[in-house]
Structures are given as C-alpha cells and as structure tokens.
C-alpha cells in the first residue's frame, strides 16, 4: 500500500513552471551571464531588486533577497541574538528550531480562528522584558491556515507603536488565495518602520529556485547585508536572474492564476472529505488559501499516537506538537497538507484517517 503524506507543505509537480524557468534561464545567461556567473552584491541582483522594491513601494536598498526567506530569518535572529522572541502557537516549526538552536527564548502567544490574539500579545508585552522581535504569519499560516483579521491587524500594528515592538511579517502564502479579500499587510498598515516584511518565489513560481526576499526597516539594512556576506560572499544571481526573466515576461500573474486554481481544488477537496469522513467532535479551521489547514481532534486524542497507527494505515500529516516551543501544546491537533497531494489521493488519505479517529463519544 502507497503511502499518501499530507505532512508535505511543497507544490503539485504541475505546479512547477518547468518549460518557462528553463527558457527564462536560457534567456538571462544570454542577456546578462557575465554577471549572473560572477560575484555580486550581497543584496540581490540589482534588477530583482528593483521589481520587488517597486512592488513595495520602497528604495532597492531596502530589499535583501535571500537563499530562500528562511535564510534571511536566521540573518535577522543571528543579528537580534538573545532575549525573547514572541510567536504565535502554534507556528512554523523551522524558525522554531533555529531560535532554539541560537539559545533564544520563545515565548508562544494564542490563536483563535481570526488568527493571534491581540490581547495575548498585549499580556506579554506588559508582563516581561522587551522582546528581540514577535515573528507572525498573518495570512494563511503555517501550520493552521487561519487568517489575521484586518481588525486584528490594527491592533497589533497599535501594540508595536506604543512598545517599539520589532514585527517580522513572513508572507509566502499570501498571493496563492482562492477566495475572499486580500486584508492589508502589516507592513503596509504600519509602514514598514517596525514591520519587517517577508516573502519568496517558492509558492509562486517554485520552491527550488530558492528566492526568497526581505524588505527591511533602515536600521537594519547594512546589518544583515553584512551578515549575509560573511555567510556566502555572492547571492545565487542565476537563480535570481531567472526568476526575474520570468517576471518581466509577464508570466507571474498568468502563473499564479493557475496554481490557484490547481492547489483550489485540493483545498476544495479536503474540506469536503473532512465533512463527510471524520467523526463527531473533530474541528478544523477553513483556509482561504495557502497549503494547510489545523486539525483538532476529538477530545484529548493524542495526535503523535494516532499519527503512528496511521503510518500503518498508509497516511501521514504532522502532529501539532511540533509547532509549539519545546513541544508544549498540540497535542490533540495535527498539520493536514492538500498542497501537494492529487484530489483522489486526499479523498482516500482522509478515508484511512477517519477510520482510525474516535468520536466525541468515544474518548
């Protein structure tokens, strides 16, 4: 029996722009390979730079395109090194690891289906010593898929103000939304002083590229640049030189277009096969876009117990105890992936799940 993982946030194979990127990259050696082949500035290939700049609305000094946006998180952490950190809970489990890894001490605030809970953030801010920074996915987070509402979104730029609070904003979901209104960034509502904005090309043209960009407050520009020529002396300028052959042909939007429609379907799909399968007392949360939705299971099911007998079963997801600091909360929940799965092997995954999640009236 094939195992069918929902425990992979990446793209469907057809996802991936292949043809293009391989002419897009033809196209850039031949219009500019002496630089992309050479040493560059630590920033990013200038003209890169200046799409996403313009994007933003900023000066391209201000943008830092990185090997990926997790790479200019650990710049960032590197770079604000001690104290606390503040982020939501659950949350990405990578930024989790790094921050652990650099002896930081994170300190998780609550969720609720409109995303963190202001107070929450409030509470923190009052009770202890000024944290480094709060890292936050507002729009369709990882892992739960929730949504920062815009009122929400007042409030925490508010917060910021009136404590001085540095906010990382890691936005690399944001543009793959299927339906509702985009709210405003919090870099946008606050702008862009103390809200540092995070984003990447790997949902929107592929994560193999490995292109990610921060737009960074004035302060801390020369810092991290310098860090990131320590690190590897050279951006990766053919991987950005593609990408952005790929943006001034015009295939952004039409490519977007079709990985909405695509990664729609399985969300779609998901949602619906959750409704009709799992048992009483299992809840979940209703992404408008992004690549994951968070389970909570009935009662007090344990999810890495449950996520071993399904491994039998031939499924897999990630129990949500991973996405808190040292594995304190989730215990009952788990991270489901439609992202990468096709729409039959999502209505069978979350059959053979089903069948081994016991009712409300059971636990």
């Known amino acids: 029996m094939e195992t069918i993982s929902f425990a992979r946030g990446v793209p469907a194979p057809e996802c991936l722009p292949v043809e293009e990127l391989a002419d897009c990259a033809r196209a850039s050696l031949e219009r500019?390979?002496?630089t992309l082949l050479s040493y560059g500035p630590a920033g990013g290939y200038a003209p890169l730079r200046e799409w996403i700049a313009e994007r933003h609305g900023v000066d391209?000094?201000?943008v830092l395109v990185t090997n990926g946006s997790l790479q200019g998180f650990v710049f960032l952490a590197q770079q604000l090194r001690g104290g606390r950190v503040l982020v939501e809970g659950p949350t990405y489990d990578r930024p989790l690891k790094i921050l652990a890894s650099l002896g930081v001490d994170v300190v998780s605030l609550s969720m609720d289906d409109e995303g963190l809970d202001p107070d929450s953030l409030e509470r923190e801010l009052r009770a202890g010593p000024k944290p480094a920074f709060l890292y936050t996915i507002p729009t369709f987070q990882n892992p739960s898929g929730r949504t920062l509402s815009t009122e929400r979104r007042r409030r925490l730029v508010e917060l910021a103000r009136e404590h001085e609070l540095l906010v990382l904003e890691d936005d690399p979901y944001g543009l793959v939304r299927y339906e509702g209104e985009a709210?405003?960034?919090?870099?946008e509502l606050e702008g862009g002083e103390l809200v540092v904005y995070s984003s990447s090309f790997s949902k929107t043209i592929a994560p193999g590229i490995r292109v990610g960009y921060f737009v960074l407050p004035q302060a801390l520009?020369?810092?991290?640049e310098a860090i990131a020529v320590s690190t590897y002396i050279t951006p990766v300028l053919l991987s950005q030189g593609t990408v952005f052959e790929f943006l001034r042909r015009g295939n952004f939007e039409p490519n977007l277009e079709r990985v909405r429609g695509l990664l729609g379907a399985r969300r779609d799909t998901?949602?619906?096969?959750?409704?009709?399968?799992?048992p009483e007392g299992a809840r979940w949360s209703r992404p408008?876009?992004?690549?994951?939705?968070?389970?909570?299971?009935?009662?007090?099911?344990?999810a890495s117990e449950l996520l071993a007998r399904a491994r039998e079963a031939g499924v897999v997801f990630e129990a949500g105890?991973?996405?808190?600091p040292g594995g304190r909360g989730g215990e009952s929940s788990a991270?489901?992936?439609?992202?990468?799965?096709?729409?039959?092997?999502?209505d069978e995954g979350v059959a053979r799940l089903a069948a081994l999640v016991p009712s409300a009236a059971a636990v």
């Open 32 to 34: 500019d390979g002496r």
């Open 60 to 62: 391209p000094s201000r």
């Open 183 to 187: 709210p405003p960034s919090l870099f």
């Open 221 to 224: 520009e020369t810092e991290l």
């Open 270 to 278: 998901m949602l619906a096969a959750l409704e009709r399968e799992l």
């Open 288 to 302: 408008e876009g992004g690549y994951f939705l968070w389970l909570d299971l009935p009662g007090e099911t344990d």
């Open 321 to 324: 105890s991973g996405f808190f």
């Open 335 to 346: 991270r489901l992936a439609f992202s990468f799965v096709s729409l039959e092997e999502i």
